[in-house]
């Protein structure tokens, strides 16, 4: 197609000083008539290019011509580069051919200034070869099977249609078709182990804004929770609350009032903490922590 042709004529002659007619002719095997032709219309688009006469002659590009200048703003090629950087994450083969390439229409050397890595530190291969799977199953739309640990540590085989990665609050998700449970789900990848890909092809279906997320109870009971976060707790305030239920405190620490889900979860969650937080209410959330500690206090006695 000739768009495509003109396209990558400006390639060539943004990182080649000098080309004859004669050269571009047999790389893309049309006549130099077809070359002509093609020069004069990104001339009239506004490209700036010139012919030159005699030994070393040929088609050329003004030196300080950037394509860019005529097509995005500075700020819509550095969304570019850095969208195509973060892609990185779900190792995207041909993403630093497409970056190399961008990279030098714009006239960009710097484009290696953020790493986009959201894996844990110490992940292996293995986890991070999910990405390319679960990416692969999405785009061919091939189903996908692994082991599923729920918020119990049970464990389960899931059988699914994967339609999209999600990123949401510090994890990975994939969102799709469960045709174990016959419905939509949310899985969190660093829960799946045993991942594996079937040439079992599906139509796609539509996703649900209100995807569940696999557990073992779908109706989710919320409590609110006061909590005491010594100024040691600090990093993790901000971080993982919102801004208005928190209270900083004369002596540094801080007050949070939020709601958060009456699970196993939320015990574990809240010992995390480790001793810079103390449970002020409900009174049945601190006596469940009391048990919780003490049993971890028998495993050492």
């Not at 396209?7 to 790389?27: R, S």
């Not at 900083?248 to 958060?260: D, K």
Request: aromatic share 10%.
């Amino acid at each position: 197609m000739q768009i495509n042709r003109l396209f990558e004529i400006i390639y060539i002659l943004l990182n080649k000083k000098t080309i004859t007619a004669k050269e571009l002719a047999e790389k893309f095997e049309v006549s130099i008539r077809t070359i002509y032709r093609d020069i004069d219309t990104l001339s009239a688009a506004g490209i700036p290019l010139y012919t030159s006469q005699g030994k070393g002659g040929g088609i050329s590009m003004l030196d300080d011509y950037v394509l860019d200048k005529s097509l995005l703003s500075e700020n819509e090629q550095n969304e570019i580069l850095y969208a195509l950087q973060s892609l990185t994450v779900t190792q995207v083969p041909v993403d630093d051919n497409v970056l190399d390439k961008l990279s030098k229409l714009f006239k960009k050397s710097r484009t290696s200034w953020i790493e986009v890595d959201f894996s844990p530190w110490g992940s292996d291969k293995n986890r991070a070869n999910q990405f390319i799977v679960i990416r692969h199953a999405i785009l061919n739309r091939e189903v996908i099977e692994f082991e599923y640990f729920n918020s119990n540590g049970e464990k389960r085989i899931r059988r699914v249609e994967p339609a999209k990665l999600v990123f949401k609050v510090n994890a990975w998700y994939i969102q799709g078709f469960c045709l174990t449970k016959n419905t939509l789900r949310t899985f969190k990848i660093s829960r799946m182990s045993n991942l594996t890909i079937y040439p079992e092809t599906f139509t796609e279906r539509p996703l649900d804004q209100s995807c569940k997320v696999e557990q073992e109870q779908e109706a989710q009971k919320w409590i609110d929770v006061t909590l005491k976060i010594s100024n040691r707790g600090a990093y993790r305030v901000y971080d993982e609350f919102n801004e208005k239920c928190i209270i900083e405190n004369e002596n540094g620490s801080f007050t949070v009032t939020t709601s958060l889900p009456e699970n196993k979860w939320l015990i574990r969650y809240l010992l995390s903490f480790g001793a810079d937080l103390e449970v002020v209410a409900p009174p049945h959330i601190r006596d469940m922590l009391k048990s919780e500690l003490n049993g971890i206090k028998n495993n050492y006695i």
